[in-house]
Structures are given as structure tokens and as C-alpha cells.
């Protein structure tokens, strides 16, 4: 009757009527907790259908494990009493979890990608049905991203309005919520905001609540009483201070006045759990602090908010910076240039990149991880890096002038070449995707040291391309499949991007250095056989 997303027990219905929309598991999702349904969870369904999907799975893969597995019934049936364990059954990826033992089974390095899932039958998907506080729907169907990215801001909203705690003005660290879980068994959700990285699937396990909760999303039709706050302690072997009243929710802050800030937030109403992740928000002039449904939001939003903090405190000495960031005049000449579509609007501007050097000089002065979650690590954080944040920004502007010294080299050099339309066309793309209006702030600062030899390559492949054109053209289509196979996941992914997805980006730099500019060497050997392994551990 219910199924647990998101720490709120869903409403399921089945419907056995093949052809049907609705044919399948629907699930009624409560639009607070929309954003915190995990994609993974759903996959797996309930263990009633899991034996036909791993059965349907099993039948997509190429002869050689397939063959394997034959009886695919009987295979089916063994892979899918193992997936049914209590500590498997909905943990992580059903298709890497039906990976591994397809591996173990056949002894043959299936890849993720063998596993044909847009082979399956519609009714082998959950499919969503988002209903606001009063039942009534608001959206359906079996992609959940597109359901994410369509009621997503208003499920935020939802979510900060259930949980009464936009812009709470004083928070304590309560002591209750490990313990409390523990009592039942449960493992409490872990998160690093203090590291500004967050756990991946907010899911609470909590005991059931009443079916008419349950059918049209538990609390948002209970009474303001029946809501407990109460947040994760981040250090919980301190002693604890009590809970304080929280404040009115337009309550702004220039300074650390507001406590010790929580790692996790838990939402309770009734017998029922969400999690929420607090976050300093920006305000321009001051910070406030809301709760967001979802750990990523929340951590781009914190280290905003805590970069403004700081900046609050060394007013004088931000203005002092702003007026004496060597040869800013000069840069922002060439900055202009940057961003700006053919008509010849839309390049960057002077405030633009002064602001972008500064960023990305508090971040480096004050916010290193693990990031500060009392007013002591604030103030000690502060202290620390006061002193060398000149220094840091100095030093983020000479890497700034740099790579925009190099940027309109290379402009040029793509601009003045007449010959080989196909590598002039492909080296305009890859200056574009290299430097963008936000490349100072939006580059890893440790990649940023590499983009002059970056830029400097290409200058030289140009420089090379009349005496061997069809070296040039044969190290392009070497090129050319890995580049459109990144770019391709990069646009599946929304732009969200992980550690091997990152690193897969830049070894494709390298690759280029590499292939048409080998003078300027490469940190490690890097190859087209190289990159191919580190793309099979992406698509693993």
C-alpha cells in the first residue's frame, strides 16, 4: 500500500493493463518531498516485479553472458532472490547491483552500458504522480528527472514551507536524532556541509504512518503543533546545548550571531521524516538561513552565503582590493571578449571579472575544507586567512591576466587562419568550452594553472597546420569520438558532473597537447588508450 521515498510513505497503486498510461506501479508523490525521491530507489520498484525487470534486463545483453545465463528464467529467479536481501534490495543502482552479479556469475566484463535499458517495457518504470497538499495533480509520468526539473522550484518551495525554517534566525545542535534512529535500528543519514559535500540519498527510514497520511502526502494538512525541528548535531560527542526559539524568518545576519549551524535538519510531522540541509543564503548586503530539500542546493548555496559572511567582515579591506588588482585595466580589455556571440554583444565586463577574482580569492583565503560550522571556526577561519588574502588575490589575478593573454592570442591566430576549415572550426569550439564568461570562478583552481599551455597548444597546432594537414586531420578523428562521447553524457547529465567526469574532461586537454602541441609536454603520459579506460570506468 505504501512505499517509503524520500523519508514519507508514498501511496502505491498497481494496475496490471498493458497499453495503459498508468499501467504498472504508480507511486503519489507529496510535491515537498519531490526533490528528495531517489532516482536509484525507483528503480527497483517493489520485489513483487523485481524477478520480470532483472529477467527483461538479463535479455538485452549481447550473446556471449547471455549465453551464460541460460535458462534465463532460472537465472533470473537466482539473481533476484540475492537482489531481494534485506541489506541489498534498494541500495544504490539496481543496474549496477544486477552488474556485479551478472560479472560474477558469467565471468565476463559486462559494462553498464550492455544492459539495454531503453529496451524495457514502460511498465517496468515506476511512474510518478505529484500531487499538491490538497491531492490534486500537478504532474506524472516515468521520468523523474523531467518531473524534477519541471515542479522542482515549486517542490522547493513546498519543502521550506513545511518545514517552517526559511530563514530561521537561531539554530542549536540537538542530540536527539542519532539516537532516536538508533533506537529503531536505523543508521542516521550521513552529510560534510562542514566539508561542503553532501550524502547522496537523503532517505530516512522511519516507522509507517496512517494510510490516509499516507494517500495524499502525510503533514501538509497537519496543525502547525504537530511539527518537531530538530537538527543533526554535526559533532554529536559535544555536549549539546538545549534547542533555541527560532527567529522570525526574514532574519538577516552580518556576522556569526546565530549558533552552531547543523549538518542536517530533521523534519518531523507526525510519525513521519524528512531531512532537510540548512545553508547560509546570500543577500547582498547580509545572509539568512533556509533549508533546502536537496544536499547539492544547499552546498552551492552555503559556500556562497559564508563567502559573503567573510566578506562582510573585511569590508576595507575587499575595497582596498578592488581598486589595486594588478593590471585590471588590462585584463578587462581582453575580457570583453570573452562570451561575446557573433552580432558582438554579451562579452564580459570589468565588474564581471573583478568580482569572479575576488571570489575565487575568499574561497582560497577562508574556505578550505572542512568549512566552519561555529562562531569559533568562523572567527579562527577568519583570523587565518585576513592576512594572506592579498596575496591570494594578487595571485589569482596574475593567473586571470595569464590565460586572457593567451585567450586573444589564440582568438587571433583561429581568426587569421585561412586554411583547413575543420581544425579551425574545431579549435573556435574548444577556446569557447575553455574560457567562458565565469571561467575564472567555474574552473577548478588547480586546472586553472594548465589553461595557458592549453591555449599556447593551439596557437601551435595552427602554427602547424599548412606543413602537415593530414597529420592534423588524423589526430582530429582520433579526437572526435571521445570528445562527442563526454559532451554527450555532460548533456544527459544536466551539466551535473562528478569526480571521474572531471577528470575525463581535463585528460581530453591533455590529449590535445599531446596530439598537436607535444613541445609543451603533458603533468603524465596520457594516450587515446588511456582515455578509453578511464571512459569505462564512467560508464561502469
Not at 569559533?376 to 587565518?384: G, P, S, V
Not at 602554427?463 to 586531420?473: E, F, G, Q
Request: net charge positive; glycine share 8%; aromatic share 6%.
Amino acid at each position: 500500500k505504501t512505499l517509503r521515498m524520500g523519508g514519507v510513505d508514498c501511496h502505491a497503486d498497481y494496475l496490471h493493463e498493458p497499453g495503459d498510461a498508468k499501467d504498472g506501479l504508480t507511486v503519489t508523490v507529496p510535491l515537498f518531498v519531490l526533490n528528495q525521491v531517489s532516482d536509484e530507489r525507483a528503480e527497483w520498484l517493489v520485489p513483487g516485479m523485481l524477478n520480470q525487470k532483472v529477467h527483461a534486463l538479463l535479455k538485452t545483453l549481447h550473446q556471449k553472458p547471455r549465453s551464460r545465463l541460460v535458462p534465463l528464467p532460472d537465472s533470473a529467479a537466482r539473481l533476484t532472490a540475492a537482489l531481494c536481501e534485506p541489506e541489498v534490495f534498494g541500495a544504490g543502482a539496481l543496474t549496477d547491483a544486477v552488474l556485479k552479479l551478472v560479472r560474477a556469475e558469467t565471468q565476463v566484463d559486462v559494462k553498464r552500458a550492455d544492459f539495454k535499458v531503453d529496451m524495457l517495457a514502460p511498465h517496468l518504470f515506476m511512474n510518478f504522480r505529484v500531487v499538491d497538499e490538497h491531492g490534486r495533480q500537478l504532474g506524472h509520468g516515468r521520468n523523474l528527472g523531467a518531473l524534477k526539473a519541471e515542479l522542482g522550484s515549486q517542490a522547493r518551495g513546498a519543502f521550506q514551507a513545511l518545514a517552517a525554517l526559511k530563514g530561521v534566525g537561531s539554530l542549536g545542535a540537538g542530540s536527539g536524532v542519532s539516537a532516536a534512529l538508533a533506537d529503531q535500528g536505523q543508521r542516521a543519514p550521513q552529510s560534510k556541509l562542514g566539508a561542503s559535500k553532501f550524502g547522496s540519498d537523503p532517505d530516512v527510514a522511519q516507522r509507517n504512518s496512517d494510510d490516509d497520511q499516507q494517500a495524499l502526502g502525510v503533514g501538509s494538512r497537519l496543525s502547525e503543533g504537530n511539527r518537531a525541528l530538530t537538527p543533526i548535531a554535526s559533532k554529536p560527542e559535544k555536549p549539546q546545548p538545549s534547542q533555541p526559539k527560532a527567529q522570525p524568518a526574514d532574519q538577516r545576519y552580518t556576522s556569526w550571531t546565530f549558533g552552531e549551524l547543523p549538518e542536517l535538519m530533521e523534519i518531523a510531522r507526525g510519525q513521519q521524516t524528512l531531512i532537510g540541509f540548512p545553508a547560509l543564503v546570500d543577500m547582498g548586503d547580509a545572509v539568512c538561513i533556509e533549508v533546502f530539500d536537496e544536499p547539492d542546493v544547499a552546498a552551492t548555496k552555503h559556500r556562497a552565503g559564508l563567502r559573503r559572511l567573510f566578506g562582510l567582515q573585511i569590508k576595507d579591506a575587499l575595497k582596498y582590493l578592488e581598486k589595486n588588482l594588478p593590471d585590471l585595466q588590462k585584463m578587462s580589455v581582453a575580457f570583453m571578449s570573452v562570451g561575446k556571440s557573433p552580432d558582438g554583444s554579451g562579452g564580459g565586463t570589468s565588474d564581471e571579472l573583478k568580482q569572479q577574482i575576488l571570489d575565487v580569492a575568499l574561497d582560497r583565503a577562508f574556505l578550505l575544507d572542512p568549512l566552519p560550522t561555529s562562531e569559533a571556526d568562523f572567527k579562527r577561519r577568519l583570523d587565518e586567512g585576513r592576512g594572506r588574502l592579498t596575496l591570494i588575490a594578487n595571485e589569482v589575478a596574475r593567473f586571470a591576466g595569464t590565460v586572457l593573454t593567451e585567450f586573444a592570442a589564440a582568438s587571433r591566430k583561429v581568426k587569421d587562419t585561412k586554411t583547413q576549415p575543420d581544425a579551425v572550426a574545431d579549435a573556435a569550439q574548444q577556446l569557447q568550452r575553455l574560457v567562458g564568461k565565469r571561467f575564472v570562478t567555474d574552473t577548478p583552481y588547480s586546472q586553472l594553472q594548465h589553461f595557458a599551455r592549453y591555449l599556447k597548444a593551439v596557437v601551435l597546432r595552427l602554427d602547424k597546420l599548412r606543413a602537415d594537414p593530414a597529420r592534423d586531420a588524423a589526430k582530429l578523428a582520433e579526437l572526435k569520438p571521445l570528445e562527442q562521447k563526454y559532451w554527450r553524457l555532460v548533456a544527459e547529465r544536466k551539466g551535473v558532473s562528478d569526480a571521474r567526469m572531471q577528470e575525463f574532461r581535463w585528460l581530453l586537454e591533455e590529449l590535445r597537447v599531446s596530439f598537436f602541441a607535444q613541445e609543451l609536454r603533458t603533468p603524465q603520459p596520457v594516450s587515446v588508450k588511456r582515455l578509453d579506460k578511464a571512459w569505462q570506468q564512467l560508464s561502469y
